[in-house]
Structures are given as structure tokens and as C-alpha cells.
């Protein structure tokens, strides 16, 4: 999947005005998580996506690996996406899993289930995988 095949993705599914808002909210989504998980899982998940995308991943603002639960990862990708009022969270916490969505049928099989190992198995982080759940569901059963 080339960049712009990735954008237009993301912003069909999200239904954004244009590529700037797009990019700022893969940009939000991808610096967070690269900051969430280690270094080396970053890399990984990063080397299949477009080079205008995959250094979101891997070149973190901060330190990889650090430890902050759903609701700071939530805080972190709004104040990146601009996205700053209380009730932006559910908007912001939908483009978080439609990206991850995404990134997840740009890379193969697996690698973002090695992503999500390395995140606490709880309510908010789970959520984080829904679209990529239920797109493996519709899958299985078809």
C-alpha cells in the first residue's frame, strides 16, 4: 500500500474534509502507539507502511516503551489531532482504531497482534482493536 493509497483510506473511512486532517490524525495515532510499545515492535510494524508513514512509528517524540494506560494514550493522540474538547474523546478514540485498522491490512499477518501483546489486556486497550477484530471475523466466516 503506497501513501497515498493509505490516506485516502483513512480518510474515506473517517470521512475527513482533506489530507491535512488525515495525516495529522495518522500522525496523532502513530507517534502515541510508538511511544506506548518497545523500539524494536515499533520498527517492525513500521517497515511495511509507506515512508511518508512509517517513521510516525519508529522516530517517537519521547522514549519508546513507555508506560501510560488508554486514557493518557487517548490524551496524547487528541492533543496531537488538535482535538482538544472533552467530547472529542470518542472521535479521537475512533480514529486511533481506524488507523490501526488500516495499518493493520498494510502489514502482515500477525504484526499487529505482536503489538498488541506488548499493551495490557484491559477494556480500553482491547477497544483499540475492534475494527481489526471484526474486519478478522468477517473474514473467518466468509
Known amino acids: 500500500m503506497n501513501f497515498d493509497e493509505f490516506t485516502g483510506t483513512v480518510q474515506n473511512r473517517l470521512e475527513l474534509p482533506g489530507t491535512g486532517e488525515t495525516v495529522r490524525a495518522i500522525r496523532a495515532t502513530l507517534t502515541t502507539l510508538g511511544e506506548r510499545i518497545q523500539e524494536g515492535e515499533a520498527t517492525d510494524l513500521a517497515g511495511p507502511l509507506p515512508m511518508e508513514i512509517d517513521y510516525y512509528l519508529t522516530d517517537a517524540v519521547a522514549e ?66 475492534e475494527l481489526v477484530d471484526s474486519r478478522e471475523a468477517a473474514s473467518d466466516g466468509a
Open 64 to 129: 519508546h516503551g513507555q508506560r501510560f494506560d488508554w486514557d493518557e494514550f487517548l490524551d496524547r493522540v487528541a492533543e496531537r489531532e488538535r482535538q482538544l474538547a472533552p467530547d472529542d474523546r470518542a472521535d479521537v478514540a475512533y480514529h486511533a482504531r481506524t488507523v490501526v485498522a488500516v495499518v493493520s491490512e498494510a502489514t502482515p499477518e500477525g504484526q499487529v497482534d505482536q503489538v498488541r501483546a506488548q499493551l495490557p489486556a484491559d477494556e480500553g486497550w482491547d477497544s483499540l482493536f
